[in-house]
């Protein structure tokens, strides 16, 4: 399978402290509407979890610990911009690793890189995201690691919706990806600590299920 979820627990204690700090926002009678045009019942910036620092702890040291168990032999870190950068960064440093970070695009100026860091053929590498939806901008990060010659060992996330086309996305490229929580266990944490109420958790399922068509 090329995207898991690394620990139940785990996931349920990272969507419980996400919904807490207000990083995920869900509105099933007030759609968001995301830059694609997609009317979303979700809104999530883990962005804002660098702002609590006992909650950028514990992701920083969930990523690393889940780092260590699937990727021996990891040399590298590269966060994808513009939010896996941070998070990328924090991670490097407990583990003592290099990081490295890659664009969405070369610069037009200066040097032109993509990958801004030191570059160095054959590195193994794993790239951290802090969200994946379509899985898209995150794989073309993954192919410029690629294009510059190094291993990519796999990517992993902080938060993924899950959704089939990301699934067949990361298939596509044999990326494996490792995300500490998710929309199945979202909902769950949801469900059970009354964020929302049970006449929502049908809305949730069926927008989870067909997202490109949900209108609300």
Not at 127 to 147: C, F, K, W, Y
Request: charged letters at 25%; glycine letters at 8%.
């Amino acid at each position: 399978m090329p995207i898991q979820i690394y620990d139940n627990q785990v996931a349920k204690n990272i969507a419980t402290e996400l919904l807490r700090i207000q990083a995920i926002k869900l509105r099933p009678n007030d759609p968001f509407t995301w830059a694609s045009g997609w009317k979303s019942p979700i809104y999530c910036d883990n962005r804002l979890s660098l702002s609590f620092p006992e909650v950028r702890s514990y992701v920083k040291k969930a990523l690393a610990d889940l780092i260590k168990d699937k990727f021996d032999g990891v040399e590298a870190i590269a966060g994808v911009a513009t939010a896996g950068i941070p998070q990328g960064a924090l991670v490097a440093d407990l583990l003592g690793l290099p990081f490295i970070y890659v664009r969405s695009k070369s610069k037009s100026h200066g040097m032109g890189n993509q990958i801004e860091g030191v570059v160095t053929k054959g590195q193994k590498v794993v790239l951290l995201e802090d969200l994946v939806s379509t899985g898209g901008s995150s794989l073309m990060a993954a192919d410029a690691v690629r294009a510059a010659e190094m291993d990519v060992l796999g990517m992993v996330a902080i938060f993924t919706y899950g959704f089939p086309i990301a699934e067949e996305n990361f298939k596509k490229h044999q990326i494996d990806l490792w995300c500490l929580s998710d929309y199945h266990h979202l909902i769950e944490v949801a469900s059970d600590n009354k964020t929302i109420n049970p006449d929502s958790l049908g809305t949730l399922k069926k927008w989870r299920e067909d997202p490109a068509s949900w209108k609300g």
